[in-house]
């Protein structure tokens, strides 16, 4: 199976460089692709000096427009899966191995590596947690996906999960919609229990302010999910953007 | 005729604006700033607007259909609305060009990554198959 580590980043050079290592460590058979969502200060040349693909965004596209990149390169070049890890280095890559042989047994279309089944690691702030609790229990009852951790960004997608984003995939905040529309779609989603750092270097894009509108907005989307056209409708014949 | 519902003096101004206001939109959309389609709503509404002022008794009838006592709240409450609706119109369209931008901005990443690729193997002299 071909397998393309995706790796969104946006002014990551202190520590895209060790990611890489360790997946190249951790995930020998995995190419690699960073998506440079803008970066100013040079993530992406440091990318391109290690020698792995470089999807270079002329325009701050967030990270959902930056992974779905990601997925359309994936598709373009013909990978059965795609993985996908931050490039800040709080994902460990030795947890793809165990994730990537859901997909390959057939057993996941859709794997999410959850901090929150076995103890460890890092596992944000006290209010952070309430609010993941509390998407995935909103998660649960929106469409029946069973995920503790619906806010992860370390994930592994099989053909069908990796078509399905290519095509669709939400803007801003978008990992638990995304949880929403692969159940939604038919996807088997699975999670498996990994350990996450906290990040390296820089500060996390997201603040108090921001979690409140993180979760308004999540909110709101996994409400009107139902009321969207179904992605499923997409492949027969009905153009979509 | 019953005392004007509408003092002539401000009649003939408010024609005089409303006039203005669609040779402005005629002449942004031959000047190709302002497309047909998205000009249509402001182009109706405002001779909508003309309509009223040329035939303020009009204005009285709408009131009373929508059992509002004073014209003049009529024409608030129904401004309101065609604002309101020109807005949604706007954002309706700015949320397409977002995506529409999104999916340019990624072909684009695509294609440089693409060239990039094609570039690196033509450097190394080579040409042969990956």
């Known amino acids: ?241 | 005729m019953r005392h004007p519902l509408v003092p002539l003096q401000l009649q003939l101004l408010a024609i005089g604006v409303l006039v203005a206001f669609i040779s402005w939109v005629i002449h942004l959309i031959r000047h190709h700033r302002l497309s047909v389609r998205d000009s249509l709503l402001w182009l109706l509404s405002t001779i909508a607007a003309l309509v009223a002022t040329v035939f303020p008794i009009s204005l009285q009838w709408i009131a009373s259909a929508l059992g509002i006592a004073v014209p003049s709240n009529a024409v608030f409450a129904l401004a309101f609305v065609y604002v309101l609706l020109n807005l949604l119109a706007s954002t309706i369209t700015l949320s397409g060009n977002a995506a529409r931008i999104r999916r340019i901005a990624q072909e684009c990443t695509l294609l440089r990554a693409e060239l990039d690729a094609l570039r690196a193997r033509v450097e190394r002299g080579g040409g042969g198959c990956t």
């Open chain 1, 1 to 241: 199976m071909r397998v393309l580590v995706i790796v969104p980043a946006l002014n990551e050079a202190m520590s895209i460089a060790s990611v890489i290592d360790s997946l190249r460590r951790n995930a020998p058979g995995c190419d690699v692709a960073v998506v440079d969502d803008g970066s100013t200060d040079g993530t992406a040349a440091i990318a391109a000096s290690l020698d792995v693909v470089v999807l270079r965004s002329p325009i701050n596209l967030g990270i959902g427009g930056a992974v779905q990149t990601g997925y359309l390169w994936a598709r373009e070049r013909g990978y059965d899966v795609a993985v996908q890890i931050d490039g800040d280095g709080q994902h460990e890559p030795r947890y793809i191995a165990v994730a990537l042989a859901l997909v390959e047994r057939g057993e996941a279309d859709l794997v999410v590596g959850s901090r929150f089944i076995e103890a460890g690691g890092f596992r944000s702030t006290a209010l952070r947690r309430a609010g993941i609790r509390y998407l995935s229990w909103l998660l649960r009852l929106r469409c029946g996906a069973r995920v503790t951790d619906p806010t992860s960004g370390f994930r592994v997608a099989g053909r069908r999960a990796l078509e399905l984003f290519a095509d669709h995939y939400p803007s801003d905040y978008p990992e638990p919609e995304s949880i929403a529309m692969a159940v939604r779609t038919g996807l088997r989603v699975r999670e498996v229990a990994v350990r996450m750092r906290q990040r390296e270097h820089g500060r996390s894009s997201i603040n108090v302010l921001r979690t409140v509108y993180y979760l308004a907005k999540v909110s709101m989307a996994l409400m009107l999910l139902p009321a969207r056209a179904r992605p499923a409708a997409a492949k027969d014949g009905v153009a979509s953007s």
